[in-house]
Protein backbone atom coordinates (compact mmCIF):
# COMPACT_ATOMS: atom_id res chain seq x y z
CA UNK A 1 0.00 0.00 0.00
CA UNK A 2 3.28 2.04 0.46
CA UNK A 3 2.37 4.64 -2.53
CA UNK A 4 5.20 6.67 -2.43
CA UNK A 5 7.99 5.04 -3.37
CA UNK A 6 11.15 7.64 -3.20
CA UNK A 7 10.63 10.14 -1.27
CA UNK A 8 13.75 12.09 -0.16
CA UNK A 9 13.39 14.36 2.80
CA UNK A 10 15.73 16.86 4.58
CA UNK A 11 14.96 16.48 8.04
CA UNK A 12 14.51 19.77 9.76
CA UNK A 13 12.82 21.05 12.67
CA UNK A 14 9.01 22.41 11.51
CA UNK A 15 8.88 25.74 10.95
CA UNK A 16 7.25 28.56 12.65
CA UNK A 17 3.80 29.50 10.95
CA UNK A 18 4.84 32.47 10.64
CA UNK A 19 8.54 32.23 9.57
CA UNK A 20 7.07 32.46 5.80
CA UNK A 21 5.47 35.70 5.38
CA UNK A 22 9.11 36.90 4.09
CA UNK A 23 8.50 34.75 1.05
CA UNK A 24 6.20 37.52 -0.03
CA UNK A 25 8.62 39.97 0.27
CA UNK A 26 7.55 42.89 -1.20
CA UNK A 27 6.07 45.80 0.83
CA UNK A 28 2.39 45.75 1.49
CA UNK A 29 1.98 41.97 2.34
CA UNK A 30 0.47 41.97 5.14
CA UNK A 31 1.48 38.51 7.03
CA UNK A 32 -1.63 36.45 6.91
CA UNK A 33 -2.51 33.23 9.04
CA UNK A 34 -0.29 30.76 6.48
CA UNK A 35 -2.41 27.91 6.09
CA UNK A 36 -0.53 25.62 3.89
CA UNK A 37 3.38 26.33 2.66
CA UNK A 38 5.68 24.57 0.60
CA UNK A 39 9.24 24.22 1.09
CA UNK A 40 11.20 23.77 -1.71
CA UNK A 41 8.93 21.52 -3.46
CA UNK A 42 10.09 19.66 -6.65
CA UNK A 43 8.46 17.37 -8.97
CA UNK A 44 10.04 14.75 -10.95
CA UNK A 45 7.99 12.68 -13.70
CA UNK A 46 11.00 10.35 -14.35
CA UNK A 47 13.75 12.55 -15.27
CA UNK A 48 11.22 15.39 -16.63
CA UNK A 49 10.63 18.31 -13.95
CA UNK A 50 7.58 19.15 -12.79
CA UNK A 51 7.99 21.78 -10.96
CA UNK A 52 11.63 22.82 -9.66
CA UNK A 53 12.08 24.36 -5.57
CA UNK A 54 9.00 26.15 -4.81
CA UNK A 55 8.78 28.02 -1.93
CA UNK A 56 5.66 29.26 -1.28
CA UNK A 57 2.29 30.02 1.11
CA UNK A 58 -1.38 29.57 1.22
CA UNK A 59 -3.10 31.89 3.50
CA UNK A 60 -5.94 31.69 5.41
CA UNK A 61 -9.00 33.32 4.20
CA UNK A 62 -7.78 34.99 1.18
CA UNK A 63 -7.61 33.40 -2.73
CA UNK A 64 -4.40 32.27 -3.96
CA UNK A 65 -4.15 31.98 -7.71
CA UNK A 66 -1.50 30.01 -9.63
CA UNK A 67 -1.14 31.24 -13.15
CA UNK A 68 1.10 30.51 -16.11
CA UNK A 69 1.34 29.22 -19.42
CA UNK A 70 0.43 25.81 -20.31
CA UNK A 71 2.90 23.39 -19.06
CA UNK A 72 4.52 25.68 -16.37
CA UNK A 73 3.66 23.58 -13.61
CA UNK A 74 0.97 25.00 -11.98
CA UNK A 75 -1.45 21.92 -11.91
CA UNK A 76 1.59 19.72 -10.84
CA UNK A 77 2.31 22.05 -7.98
CA UNK A 78 -1.70 22.03 -6.84
CA UNK A 79 -1.47 18.48 -7.00
CA UNK A 80 1.18 17.83 -4.54
CA UNK A 81 -0.37 20.15 -2.07
CA UNK A 82 -2.61 17.12 -1.17
CA UNK A 83 -0.88 14.33 -2.40
CA UNK A 84 -2.33 13.05 -5.24
CA UNK A 85 0.75 12.57 -6.74
CA UNK A 86 0.94 9.16 -4.68
CA UNK A 87 -1.13 7.54 -7.24
CA UNK A 88 1.50 8.31 -10.09
CA UNK A 89 4.35 6.06 -9.99
CA UNK A 90 6.84 8.08 -12.13
CA UNK A 91 6.27 11.01 -10.03
CA UNK A 92 8.90 11.71 -7.32
CA UNK A 93 8.06 14.64 -4.64
CA UNK A 94 10.94 15.81 -2.63
CA UNK A 95 10.72 18.71 -0.37
CA UNK A 96 8.16 19.46 2.58
CA UNK A 97 4.21 20.37 2.68
CA UNK A 98 3.58 22.10 5.51
CA UNK A 99 -0.24 21.81 6.57
CA UNK A 100 -0.27 24.06 9.85
CA UNK A 101 3.33 23.47 10.51
CA UNK A 102 3.29 19.72 9.86
CA UNK A 103 4.64 18.04 7.09
CA UNK A 104 1.68 15.97 4.94
CA UNK A 105 4.62 13.97 3.31
CA UNK A 106 6.26 12.52 6.78
CA UNK A 107 6.47 8.96 6.65
CA UNK A 108 4.21 8.69 9.32
CA UNK A 109 1.12 10.46 7.53
CA UNK A 110 -1.93 8.90 6.17
CA UNK A 111 -2.81 11.14 2.60
CA UNK A 112 -6.36 9.95 3.42
CA UNK A 113 -6.17 11.95 6.47
CA UNK A 114 -4.97 14.53 4.78
CA UNK A 115 -7.26 14.27 2.24
CA UNK A 116 -9.92 14.99 4.57
CA UNK A 117 -8.53 18.30 5.07
CA UNK A 118 -7.45 19.60 1.82
CA UNK A 119 -10.13 19.18 -0.46
CA UNK A 120 -9.66 19.12 -4.33
CA UNK A 121 -11.73 20.17 -7.16
CA UNK A 122 -11.03 19.25 -10.86
CA UNK A 123 -11.03 20.60 -14.14
CA UNK A 124 -14.04 18.58 -15.28
CA UNK A 125 -16.92 18.07 -13.24
CA UNK A 126 -16.96 14.67 -12.07
CA UNK A 127 -19.72 13.37 -10.24
CA UNK A 128 -20.29 9.73 -9.22
CA UNK A 129 -21.92 8.80 -11.91
CA UNK A 130 -23.98 6.09 -10.60
CA UNK A 131 -24.62 8.19 -7.77
CA UNK A 132 -27.72 10.21 -6.59
CA UNK A 133 -27.24 13.93 -6.72
CA UNK A 134 -27.51 13.53 -3.13
CA UNK A 135 -24.97 10.53 -2.54
CA UNK A 136 -22.64 12.72 -4.45
CA UNK A 137 -22.71 15.28 -2.14
CA UNK A 138 -22.31 13.10 0.94
CA UNK A 139 -20.14 10.36 -0.43
CA UNK A 140 -17.18 11.83 1.43
CA UNK A 141 -19.69 10.98 4.81
CA UNK A 142 -21.35 7.83 3.88
CA UNK A 143 -18.60 5.78 2.53
CA UNK A 144 -16.80 6.32 5.77
CA UNK A 145 -19.58 4.94 7.70
CA UNK A 146 -21.29 8.01 9.24
CA UNK A 147 -25.27 6.19 8.56
CA UNK A 148 -26.56 9.21 10.79
CA UNK A 149 -29.54 10.48 8.24
CA UNK A 150 -30.39 13.51 9.96
CA UNK A 151 -26.62 14.69 9.62
CA UNK A 152 -26.42 13.66 6.07
CA UNK A 153 -29.53 15.44 5.24
CA UNK A 154 -27.71 19.20 6.93
CA UNK A 155 -24.79 18.88 5.29
CA UNK A 156 -25.87 17.54 2.28
CA UNK A 157 -28.46 21.29 2.32
CA UNK A 158 -25.40 22.92 3.82
CA UNK A 159 -22.91 21.86 0.89
CA UNK A 160 -25.11 22.73 -1.48
CA UNK A 161 -26.13 26.15 -0.40
CA UNK A 162 -22.74 26.80 -0.19
CA UNK A 163 -22.10 25.65 -3.76
CA UNK A 164 -25.03 28.13 -4.65
CA UNK A 165 -26.81 24.98 -6.13
CA UNK A 166 -29.80 23.71 -3.40
CA UNK A 167 -32.29 26.19 -5.08
CA UNK A 168 -31.38 24.28 -8.20
CA UNK A 169 -31.46 20.70 -6.99
CA UNK A 170 -33.46 21.01 -3.62
CA UNK A 171 -36.70 18.94 -5.49
CA UNK A 172 -34.84 16.21 -6.94
CA UNK A 173 -31.86 14.88 -4.83
CA UNK A 174 -32.65 11.36 -5.91
CA UNK A 175 -31.69 11.96 -9.47
CA UNK A 176 -28.33 10.95 -11.09
CA UNK A 177 -25.70 13.65 -10.42
CA UNK A 178 -25.11 13.04 -14.05
CA UNK A 179 -28.63 14.55 -15.26
CA UNK A 180 -27.66 18.10 -14.41
CA UNK A 181 -25.80 20.60 -16.69
CA UNK A 182 -21.98 21.00 -17.05
CA UNK A 183 -21.66 24.01 -14.39
CA UNK A 184 -24.55 22.53 -12.48
CA UNK A 185 -21.61 19.39 -12.21
CA UNK A 186 -18.92 21.50 -11.46
CA UNK A 187 -20.84 23.16 -8.44
CA UNK A 188 -21.75 19.45 -7.36
CA UNK A 189 -18.09 18.51 -7.35
CA UNK A 190 -17.48 21.80 -4.83
CA UNK A 191 -20.78 20.88 -3.06
CA UNK A 192 -19.18 17.46 -2.42
CA UNK A 193 -15.17 19.01 -1.72
CA UNK A 194 -17.10 21.12 0.76
CA UNK A 195 -19.21 18.69 2.32
CA UNK A 196 -16.26 16.97 4.42
CA UNK A 197 -15.35 20.06 5.89
CA UNK A 198 -12.14 20.66 4.47
CA UNK A 199 -9.78 23.35 5.69
CA UNK A 200 -7.69 23.90 2.29
CA UNK A 201 -9.71 23.86 -0.98
CA UNK A 202 -7.45 23.32 -3.94
CA UNK A 203 -9.45 24.13 -7.31
CA UNK A 204 -7.75 22.91 -10.84
CA UNK A 205 -9.22 25.26 -13.37
CA UNK A 206 -12.64 24.75 -12.25
CA UNK A 207 -14.18 26.83 -14.63
CA UNK A 208 -11.97 26.30 -18.08
CA UNK A 209 -14.95 23.40 -18.83
CA UNK A 210 -17.77 25.94 -18.42
CA UNK A 211 -19.51 28.73 -20.02
CA UNK A 212 -19.63 32.19 -18.72
CA UNK A 213 -22.73 32.20 -17.11
CA UNK A 214 -21.74 29.38 -15.13
CA UNK A 215 -18.27 30.54 -14.50
CA UNK A 216 -19.25 33.28 -13.04
CA UNK A 217 -21.42 31.92 -10.75
CA UNK A 218 -18.30 29.45 -9.66
CA UNK A 219 -15.98 33.01 -9.35
CA UNK A 220 -18.98 34.26 -7.13
CA UNK A 221 -18.81 31.09 -5.02
CA UNK A 222 -14.99 31.48 -4.63
CA UNK A 223 -15.47 34.68 -3.16
CA UNK A 224 -17.76 33.91 -0.73
CA UNK A 225 -16.20 30.56 0.37
CA UNK A 226 -13.04 32.66 1.38
CA UNK A 227 -14.55 33.64 4.29
CA UNK A 228 -14.20 30.27 5.67
CA UNK A 229 -10.92 29.05 3.24
CA UNK A 230 -7.69 29.04 2.48
CA UNK A 231 -8.53 28.37 -1.40
CA UNK A 232 -5.37 27.95 -4.02
CA UNK A 233 -6.94 27.85 -7.56
CA UNK A 234 -4.85 27.12 -10.46
CA UNK A 235 -6.07 29.00 -13.97
CA UNK A 236 -5.46 30.08 -17.58
CA UNK A 237 -7.62 32.79 -17.03
CA UNK A 238 -5.80 35.97 -16.26
CA UNK A 239 -8.60 37.95 -15.85
CA UNK A 240 -10.06 35.29 -13.24
CA UNK A 241 -7.12 35.56 -11.51
CA UNK A 242 -7.28 39.18 -11.33
CA UNK A 243 -10.86 39.16 -10.37
CA UNK A 244 -10.75 36.31 -7.63
CA UNK A 245 -7.51 36.36 -5.83
CA UNK A 246 -5.86 37.92 -3.51
CA UNK A 247 -2.30 36.30 -4.30
CA UNK A 248 -0.91 35.45 -7.68
CA UNK A 249 1.95 32.84 -8.39
CA UNK A 250 3.61 33.41 -11.64
CA UNK A 251 4.75 29.93 -12.67
CA UNK A 252 7.03 29.32 -15.35
CA UNK A 253 9.02 25.83 -16.87
CA UNK A 254 8.56 24.71 -13.78
CA UNK A 255 9.88 27.67 -11.43
CA UNK A 256 7.95 29.79 -9.56
CA UNK A 257 9.23 33.10 -11.13
CA UNK A 258 7.40 35.30 -8.90
CA UNK A 259 4.63 35.81 -5.94
CA UNK A 260 3.13 38.76 -4.72
CA UNK A 261 0.01 40.32 -4.24
CA UNK A 262 -2.55 40.13 -6.71
CA UNK A 263 -3.12 43.97 -7.79
CA UNK A 264 0.95 44.37 -7.51
CA UNK A 265 1.43 40.54 -9.96
CA UNK A 266 -1.25 42.89 -12.42
CA UNK A 267 -0.54 46.23 -11.93
CA UNK A 268 3.45 46.49 -11.46
CA UNK A 269 5.00 43.23 -11.45
CA UNK A 270 8.65 43.27 -9.97
CA UNK A 271 10.00 40.71 -13.05
CA UNK A 272 10.23 41.20 -16.82
CA UNK A 273 9.11 37.70 -17.22
CA UNK A 274 5.57 38.09 -15.38
CA UNK A 275 5.27 41.55 -16.93
CA UNK A 276 5.44 39.61 -20.29
CA UNK A 277 3.22 37.41 -19.98
CA UNK A 278 0.52 39.52 -17.94
CA UNK A 279 0.86 42.26 -20.93
CA UNK A 280 0.21 38.92 -23.54
CA UNK A 281 4.04 39.15 -25.47
CA UNK A 282 3.22 35.49 -24.63
CA UNK A 283 1.99 31.79 -23.23
CA UNK B 1 -9.91 18.68 -62.36
CA UNK B 2 -9.91 15.39 -64.05
CA UNK B 3 -7.64 14.25 -62.01
CA UNK B 4 -9.25 15.14 -58.94
CA UNK B 5 -12.32 13.45 -60.58
CA UNK B 6 -10.52 10.37 -60.78
CA UNK B 7 -8.89 10.10 -57.74
CA UNK B 8 -12.64 10.53 -56.24
CA UNK B 9 -13.30 7.79 -58.69
CA UNK B 10 -10.57 5.64 -57.29
CA UNK B 11 -11.32 5.77 -53.04
CA UNK B 12 -15.04 5.40 -53.88
CA UNK B 13 -13.67 1.98 -55.84
CA UNK B 14 -11.61 1.45 -53.11
CA UNK B 15 -14.16 2.12 -50.57
CA UNK B 16 -16.06 -0.39 -52.40
CA UNK B 17 -13.57 -3.10 -52.41
CA UNK B 18 -13.13 -2.73 -48.77
CA UNK B 19 -16.84 -2.97 -48.01
CA UNK B 20 -17.56 -6.24 -49.78
CA UNK B 21 -14.16 -7.82 -48.15
CA UNK B 22 -15.81 -6.91 -44.56
CA UNK B 23 -19.62 -8.32 -45.68
CA UNK B 24 -16.96 -11.75 -47.18
CA UNK B 25 -15.28 -11.85 -43.47
CA UNK B 26 -18.50 -11.11 -41.87
CA UNK B 27 -20.88 -14.32 -44.08
CA UNK B 28 -17.62 -16.25 -42.96
CA UNK B 29 -17.99 -16.10 -39.38
CA UNK B 30 -22.03 -16.63 -39.22
CA UNK B 31 -21.84 -19.63 -41.69
CA UNK B 32 -20.23 -22.26 -39.03
CA UNK B 33 -22.69 -21.17 -36.67
CA UNK B 34 -25.95 -21.77 -38.73
CA UNK B 35 -24.14 -24.71 -40.31
CA UNK B 36 -24.01 -26.22 -36.69
CA UNK B 37 -27.03 -24.95 -35.48
CA UNK B 38 -29.38 -26.41 -38.73
CA UNK B 39 -27.97 -29.54 -38.11
CA UNK B 40 -27.97 -30.03 -34.56
CA UNK B 41 -31.50 -28.97 -34.77
CA UNK B 42 -32.35 -31.45 -37.63
CA UNK B 43 -30.82 -34.57 -36.21
CA UNK B 44 -31.98 -33.57 -32.85
CA UNK B 45 -35.45 -32.09 -32.89
CA UNK B 46 -37.35 -35.50 -32.79
CA UNK B 47 -35.87 -36.79 -29.81
CA UNK B 48 -37.27 -33.28 -28.23
CA UNK B 49 -39.87 -34.89 -25.92
CA UNK B 50 -41.30 -34.19 -22.27
CA UNK B 51 -39.59 -37.74 -21.15
CA UNK B 52 -36.35 -35.84 -22.35
CA UNK B 53 -36.79 -33.09 -20.22
CA UNK B 54 -38.40 -35.21 -16.88
CA UNK B 55 -36.98 -38.70 -16.89
CA UNK B 56 -33.07 -39.84 -16.21
CA UNK B 57 -31.40 -41.77 -19.00
CA UNK B 58 -30.53 -45.24 -17.40
CA UNK B 59 -29.30 -48.03 -19.25
CA UNK B 60 -28.92 -48.27 -23.23
CA UNK B 61 -31.49 -50.53 -22.98
CA UNK B 62 -34.20 -48.46 -21.81
CA UNK B 63 -33.73 -46.34 -24.79
CA UNK B 64 -33.45 -49.22 -26.97
CA UNK B 65 -36.32 -50.73 -25.65
CA UNK B 66 -38.26 -47.59 -26.07
CA UNK B 67 -39.29 -47.43 -22.60
CA UNK B 68 -39.44 -43.86 -20.83
CA UNK B 69 -35.80 -42.03 -21.00
CA UNK B 70 -33.93 -38.58 -21.08
CA UNK B 71 -31.86 -36.33 -19.52
CA UNK B 72 -33.35 -34.50 -16.85
CA UNK B 73 -30.40 -35.51 -14.63
CA UNK B 74 -28.05 -33.88 -16.96
CA UNK B 75 -29.83 -30.81 -17.14
CA UNK B 76 -29.89 -30.71 -13.31
CA UNK B 77 -26.42 -31.55 -12.98
CA UNK B 78 -25.62 -28.75 -15.46
CA UNK B 79 -26.99 -26.34 -13.36
CA UNK B 80 -25.65 -27.60 -10.06
CA UNK B 81 -22.53 -27.66 -11.14
CA UNK B 82 -22.32 -24.40 -12.96
CA UNK B 83 -23.48 -22.32 -10.95
CA UNK B 84 -20.42 -24.14 -8.27
CA UNK B 85 -18.19 -22.91 -10.78
CA UNK B 86 -19.55 -19.23 -10.63
CA UNK B 87 -19.62 -19.11 -7.02
CA UNK B 88 -16.03 -20.07 -6.87
CA UNK B 89 -14.81 -18.21 -9.40
CA UNK B 90 -16.39 -14.62 -9.51
CA UNK B 91 -14.98 -13.39 -6.34
CA UNK B 92 -11.65 -14.77 -7.18
CA UNK B 93 -11.47 -13.92 -10.61
CA UNK B 94 -13.37 -9.97 -10.02
CA UNK B 95 -10.61 -9.79 -7.04
CA UNK B 96 -7.75 -11.05 -9.64
CA UNK B 97 -9.11 -8.06 -11.95
CA UNK B 98 -9.30 -5.29 -9.54
CA UNK B 99 -5.62 -6.29 -8.32
CA UNK B 100 -4.40 -6.22 -12.79
CA UNK B 101 -6.34 -2.88 -13.39
CA UNK B 102 -5.99 -0.69 -9.79
CA UNK B 103 -2.78 -1.83 -8.67
CA UNK B 104 -0.65 -1.72 -11.25
CA UNK B 105 2.10 -0.58 -9.37
CA UNK B 106 2.19 -3.78 -6.82
CA UNK B 107 4.80 -6.19 -6.87
CA UNK B 108 2.66 -8.61 -7.45
CA UNK B 109 0.59 -7.31 -10.60
CA UNK B 110 2.77 -8.68 -13.70
CA UNK B 111 3.36 -11.85 -11.85
CA UNK B 112 -0.25 -12.37 -11.58
CA UNK B 113 -0.94 -10.96 -15.29
CA UNK B 114 1.66 -13.80 -16.87
CA UNK B 115 -0.07 -16.41 -14.45
CA UNK B 116 -3.42 -15.27 -15.34
CA UNK B 117 -3.10 -15.40 -19.06
CA UNK B 118 -1.26 -18.68 -18.90
CA UNK B 119 -4.10 -20.04 -17.16
CA UNK B 120 -6.25 -18.56 -19.83
CA UNK B 121 -4.50 -20.25 -22.11
CA UNK B 122 -3.83 -23.65 -20.47
CA UNK B 123 -5.75 -26.58 -22.47
CA UNK B 124 -8.87 -27.26 -20.64
CA UNK B 125 -8.32 -30.86 -19.85
CA UNK B 126 -5.02 -29.98 -17.46
CA UNK B 127 -7.51 -27.69 -15.42
CA UNK B 128 -9.56 -31.43 -15.12
CA UNK B 129 -6.27 -33.11 -14.08
CA UNK B 130 -5.42 -29.93 -11.56
CA UNK B 131 -8.71 -30.25 -9.73
CA UNK B 132 -8.95 -33.86 -9.96
CA UNK B 133 -5.94 -33.57 -7.81
CA UNK B 134 -6.95 -31.03 -5.96
CA UNK B 135 -10.08 -31.96 -5.33
CA UNK B 136 -11.09 -36.01 -6.58
CA UNK B 137 -7.64 -37.33 -4.91
CA UNK B 138 -8.88 -36.39 -1.12
CA UNK B 139 -11.97 -36.63 -1.51
CA UNK B 140 -11.82 -40.33 -3.03
CA UNK B 141 -14.78 -39.83 -5.30
CA UNK B 142 -15.20 -38.12 -8.53
CA UNK B 143 -17.99 -35.22 -7.13
CA UNK B 144 -19.80 -32.47 -8.88
CA UNK B 145 -18.01 -30.07 -6.80
CA UNK B 146 -14.47 -31.24 -8.61
CA UNK B 147 -16.20 -30.44 -11.60
CA UNK B 148 -17.07 -26.92 -10.40
CA UNK B 149 -13.71 -26.51 -9.20
CA UNK B 150 -12.19 -27.78 -12.63
CA UNK B 151 -15.03 -25.38 -14.38
CA UNK B 152 -13.99 -22.11 -11.89
CA UNK B 153 -10.41 -22.69 -13.39
CA UNK B 154 -11.78 -21.93 -17.04
CA UNK B 155 -13.81 -18.82 -15.74
CA UNK B 156 -11.98 -17.38 -13.07
CA UNK B 157 -8.67 -15.92 -15.96
CA UNK B 158 -11.48 -15.07 -18.20
CA UNK B 159 -13.71 -12.86 -15.48
CA UNK B 160 -10.66 -11.24 -14.32
CA UNK B 161 -9.83 -10.03 -17.99
CA UNK B 162 -13.16 -9.04 -18.41
CA UNK B 163 -13.11 -7.31 -14.83
CA UNK B 164 -10.02 -5.71 -15.90
CA UNK B 165 -10.93 -3.94 -18.57
CA UNK B 166 -14.14 -2.96 -17.70
CA UNK B 167 -12.69 -1.15 -14.91
CA UNK B 168 -10.10 0.25 -17.13
CA UNK B 169 -13.38 1.95 -19.20
CA UNK B 170 -13.72 4.03 -15.85
CA UNK B 171 -12.22 7.37 -16.38
CA UNK B 172 -9.43 7.93 -13.95
CA UNK B 173 -10.73 11.29 -12.97
CA UNK B 174 -13.39 9.36 -10.96
CA UNK B 175 -10.68 7.78 -8.62
CA UNK B 176 -9.13 10.87 -7.97
CA UNK B 177 -12.48 12.57 -7.43
CA UNK B 178 -13.19 9.88 -4.71
CA UNK B 179 -9.55 10.15 -3.24
CA UNK B 180 -10.03 13.52 -3.03
CA UNK B 181 -13.11 13.76 -0.79
CA UNK B 182 -10.64 11.29 1.64
CA UNK B 183 -11.80 7.90 0.47
CA UNK B 184 -9.41 5.20 1.24
CA UNK B 185 -8.30 3.35 -1.96
CA UNK B 186 -10.19 0.03 -1.80
CA UNK B 187 -13.10 2.52 -0.89
CA UNK B 188 -12.95 4.05 -3.86
CA UNK B 189 -12.90 0.79 -6.15
CA UNK B 190 -16.18 -0.74 -4.21
CA UNK B 191 -18.28 2.42 -4.11
CA UNK B 192 -17.63 4.77 -7.33
CA UNK B 193 -15.23 2.77 -10.04
CA UNK B 194 -17.35 -0.79 -9.65
CA UNK B 195 -20.36 0.73 -9.18
CA UNK B 196 -19.88 2.46 -12.55
CA UNK B 197 -18.66 -0.61 -14.16
CA UNK B 198 -21.41 -2.96 -13.10
CA UNK B 199 -22.67 -3.72 -16.83
CA UNK B 200 -19.29 -4.34 -18.00
CA UNK B 201 -18.78 -6.67 -14.98
CA UNK B 202 -21.85 -8.67 -15.54
CA UNK B 203 -21.19 -8.67 -19.16
CA UNK B 204 -17.77 -10.38 -18.64
CA UNK B 205 -19.04 -13.07 -15.88
CA UNK B 206 -22.03 -14.03 -18.62
CA UNK B 207 -19.34 -14.39 -21.21
CA UNK B 208 -17.32 -16.65 -18.96
CA UNK B 209 -20.31 -18.36 -17.64
CA UNK B 210 -20.98 -19.16 -21.20
CA UNK B 211 -17.48 -20.44 -21.65
CA UNK B 212 -17.46 -22.40 -18.88
CA UNK B 213 -20.83 -24.04 -19.40
CA UNK B 214 -19.74 -25.34 -22.79
CA UNK B 215 -16.59 -26.95 -21.77
CA UNK B 216 -16.39 -31.09 -21.67
CA UNK B 217 -12.46 -32.02 -21.18
CA UNK B 218 -12.26 -30.52 -17.44
CA UNK B 219 -15.41 -32.41 -16.52
CA UNK B 220 -14.41 -35.84 -17.35
CA UNK B 221 -12.24 -37.20 -14.57
CA UNK B 222 -13.69 -34.38 -12.58
CA UNK B 223 -17.93 -34.85 -12.03
CA UNK B 224 -17.14 -38.11 -14.11
CA UNK B 225 -20.77 -38.43 -15.39
CA UNK B 226 -23.43 -40.27 -14.24
CA UNK B 227 -26.27 -42.48 -15.66
CA UNK B 228 -28.76 -41.76 -12.84
CA UNK B 229 -30.24 -39.47 -10.74
CA UNK B 230 -28.69 -39.20 -7.18
CA UNK B 231 -31.02 -40.19 -5.08
CA UNK B 232 -31.28 -36.71 -3.57
CA UNK B 233 -30.14 -33.32 -4.69
CA UNK B 234 -26.92 -33.08 -2.45
CA UNK B 235 -25.64 -36.19 -4.86
CA UNK B 236 -25.26 -33.68 -7.32
CA UNK B 237 -22.16 -32.01 -5.06
CA UNK B 238 -20.35 -34.81 -3.36
CA UNK B 239 -20.75 -37.46 -5.88
CA UNK B 240 -20.35 -38.28 -9.72
CA UNK B 241 -22.99 -36.28 -11.73
CA UNK B 242 -23.94 -35.66 -14.85
CA UNK B 243 -23.58 -32.66 -17.14
CA UNK B 244 -24.60 -31.45 -21.14
CA UNK B 245 -21.07 -30.91 -22.40
CA UNK B 246 -19.85 -34.24 -21.24
CA UNK B 247 -22.84 -36.82 -21.87
CA UNK B 248 -23.12 -35.00 -25.37
CA UNK B 249 -20.22 -36.61 -26.37
CA UNK B 250 -20.46 -39.80 -24.17
CA UNK B 251 -23.79 -40.29 -26.07
CA UNK B 252 -22.25 -39.56 -29.18
CA UNK B 253 -19.44 -41.91 -28.61
CA UNK B 254 -21.62 -45.07 -27.51
CA UNK B 255 -22.75 -47.58 -30.25
CA UNK B 256 -26.54 -47.10 -30.01
CA UNK B 257 -29.00 -45.02 -32.47
CA UNK B 258 -31.47 -44.06 -29.92
CA UNK B 259 -28.45 -42.81 -27.81
CA UNK B 260 -26.86 -40.68 -30.79
CA UNK B 261 -30.03 -39.20 -31.68
CA UNK B 262 -30.31 -38.18 -27.57
CA UNK B 263 -26.79 -36.38 -28.05
CA UNK B 264 -28.29 -34.51 -31.01
CA UNK B 265 -30.84 -33.27 -28.43
CA UNK B 266 -28.77 -32.64 -25.59
CA UNK B 267 -26.84 -30.27 -28.11
CA UNK B 268 -29.99 -27.97 -28.99
CA UNK B 269 -30.27 -28.17 -25.02
CA UNK B 270 -26.47 -27.00 -24.69
CA UNK B 271 -26.66 -24.57 -27.79
CA UNK B 272 -29.51 -22.60 -26.11
CA UNK B 273 -28.20 -22.15 -22.77
CA UNK B 274 -25.38 -20.65 -23.88
CA UNK B 275 -26.91 -18.96 -27.22
CA UNK B 276 -28.95 -17.50 -23.86
CA UNK B 277 -26.30 -16.32 -21.86
CA UNK B 278 -24.41 -14.62 -24.88
CA UNK B 279 -27.52 -12.53 -26.14
CA UNK B 280 -28.05 -11.40 -22.08
CA UNK B 281 -24.55 -10.47 -22.27
CA UNK B 282 -24.94 -8.65 -25.75
CA UNK B 283 -28.07 -7.07 -24.99
CA UNK B 284 -26.78 -5.59 -21.38
CA UNK B 285 -23.86 -3.84 -23.50
CA UNK B 286 -25.99 -2.27 -25.81
CA UNK B 287 -28.05 -1.14 -22.89
CA UNK B 288 -24.91 0.09 -21.55
CA UNK B 289 -24.12 2.08 -24.87
CA UNK B 290 -27.10 3.75 -25.80
Known amino acids: MNFITNIKKNKKEPTEKTSTSAIAGGEGVHPHDVRMETKNLSVMYGKTVGVKNVSLPVYNEKVTAFIGPSGCGKTT ?207 | MIQGTKSINRRRINDRIMFGLLVLSTVVVMTPLLIIIGYVVINGFNALSIDFFTQELGSPARAMQGRPTGLMHTMLGTIVVDFMALIIAVPIGIGAGIMLSEYPDHKLNPVLRIMNDTLNGMPAILKGMLAFVLVVKPMGTFSGLAGGVALAFVMIPIVARTTESALMAIPWAIREAGLAIGLPRWRVVLSTVMPAAKTGLVTGVLIAFARAAGEAAPLVFTSFGNNYMPRNWTGMIWGPVDTLPQRLYSLAISPYKEWHTMGWAAGIVLLTFVIILFVAARLLTRKKNS
Open chain 1, 77 to 283: FLRALNRMHDLTREAVVTGEVLLDGLDIYAPKVNPVTIRRKIGMVFQKPTPFPTMSIYNNVVAGLKLVGIRDRKLLDEVCEKALQQAALWNEVKDRLNTPGGSLSGGQQQRLSIARALAIEPEVLLMDEPTSSLDPLSSAKIEELIHDLKTKYAIAIVTHNMQQAARVSDYTAFFYVGNLVEFDETKKIFTNPSNEQTENYISGKFG
